[in-house]
């Protein structure tokens, strides 16, 4: 059974940026994936970034620019610059023991296990 433990976020002005960490303890493959995703109130559940086998990436799309995701077997850091209010969210890592091809990495079906999530606020 693994586990995901996320740390970091609070409160960041508006403009700023913000690094949070992930760390997975069970079984994982040498190209397993770790991934971050972001819930803001009343919305759904959405990928911002995910590595696979420390090297592979796929950032979302509207944030690419912003956000950048490293790997470190099952250690993962995320930093957001740039910060605007509607990135405002509790933040989620999430781990799949196995490889995920690029467009199943930003999914929230491709991973098994879940933090608890973290709560990033950005004021202005």
């Known amino acids: 059974q693994g586990q995901v433990r996320e740390s970091g976020g609070g409160s960041v002005q508006s403009g700023g940026s913000l690094s949070l960490s992930c760390e997975y303890s069970g079984e994982f493959e040498r190209d397993g994936c770790l991934a971050w995703f972001r819930q803001a109130p009343g919305k759904e559940r959405e990928g911002v970034a995910g590595m696979c086998d420390a090297y592979y990436e796929t950032i979302a799309s509207q944030l690419e620019g912003r956000v950048t995701i490293s790997q470190e077997r099952t250690k993962s850091t995320l930093r957001v610059r740039g910060l605007k209010a509607e990135d405002t969210a509790t933040y989620f890592c999430?781990?799949?023991?196995?490889?995920?091809?690029?467009?199943?990495?930003?999914?929230?079906?491709?991973?098994?296990?879940w933090g608890q999530g973290t709560q990033v606020t950005v004021s202005s």
């Open positions: 999430a781990a799949s023991p196995v490889w995920l091809a690029s467009p199943r990495r930003l999914e929230i079906a491709s991973y098994k296990y």
